[in-house]
């Protein structure tokens, strides 16, 4: 057990909809990424927060959007829901005692768009 | 762009030597890391290097060279539990930094 939870582990939706993906990074850990991981794109970076401000941006549609709040949680926001965004979504969290080079992954969200 | 390259699949038998090779290409890099993930698991981190030579953790390995922007993942003694993918990324600035993930290796350990 990573520490790191995600919620919820699965997800069936329709085209054009939208949905929340939530994550709650391991105690003490500062640092929050979102990856997307479907089968012709392996594991690709979509954005990381650090103590509630966007630090780094990677391949993120703009018809996603994510935040990280006041607690550290952090939740992925997908508008507009393509059959192509139907994926893994991961969410790893680092920091804790300012160690970044492990990062620690949820269990994952699984998100089918019908 | 950035590109990690890596063997799609390896099939190695128990108790074997393996070797997962991995070239870079990024537009920085600070260090390679190698994770596990078992089919359809959260990645499991397995090492780091941030520096050229060899690190050794159990009946892993993992080796850097910098200057050849190339590393390799080393599984000894190999167990049927280590059938999984295995990807190689790389930390492209020192920000406490996102991952560029290669595409995997899917090793399959044969009895």
């Known amino acids: 057990d990573s520490g790191v939870t995600q919620t919820p582990k699965h997800l069936i939706t329709a085209t054009g909809q939208r949905v929340t993906l939530r994550c709650s990074p391991r105690?003490?850990?500062?640092?929050v990424y979102w990856y997307q991981q479907s089968l012709d794109q392996g594991l690709q970076f979509l954005i990381q927060?650090?103590?509630?401000?966007?630090?780094a941006k990677g391949n993120i549609l703009e018809r996603f959007s994510a935040q990280q709040f006041p607690d550290l949680h952090s939740e992925l926001n997908l508008s507009s829901l393509e059959l192509g965004d139907s994926a893994l979504y991961f969410c790893?969290?680092?920091?804790?005692?300012?160690?970044?080079?492990?990062?620690?992954f949820g269990p994952g969200t699984r998100l089918t768009v019908l | 762009g950035q590109s990690l390259e890596q063997p799609s699949e390896v099939t190695a038998v128990e108790g074997a030597i393996v070797q997962i090779n991995c070239t870079y290409q990024?537009?920085?890099?600070?260090?390679l890391s190698w994770y596990q993930q078992h089919d359809g698991g959260a990645p499991t981190f397995l090492s780091y290097?941030?520096?050229?030579g060899l690190e050794e953790t159990g009946r892993f390995s993992s080796f850097l060279s910098r200057s050849d922007s190339y590393g390799y993942l080393l599984l000894q003694e190999l167990q049927m539990k280590d059938s999984a993918s295995y990807f190689c990324?790389?930390?492209?600035?020192?920000?406490?930094?996102?991952?560029?993930f290669g595409q995997g290796t899917e090793l399959s350990v044969k009895p």
């Open positions: 790893a969290s680092s920091g804790r005692d300012y160690s970044y080079n492990e990062q620690f």
């Open positions: 105690s003490g850990d500062l640092s």
């Open positions: 927060y650090y103590n509630g401000e966007e630090r």
């Open positions: 990024t537009s920085g890099f600070y260090g």
């Open positions: 290097n941030a520096l050229d």
């Open positions: 990324a790389v930390t492209t600035d020192n920000q406490g930094g996102k991952l560029i």
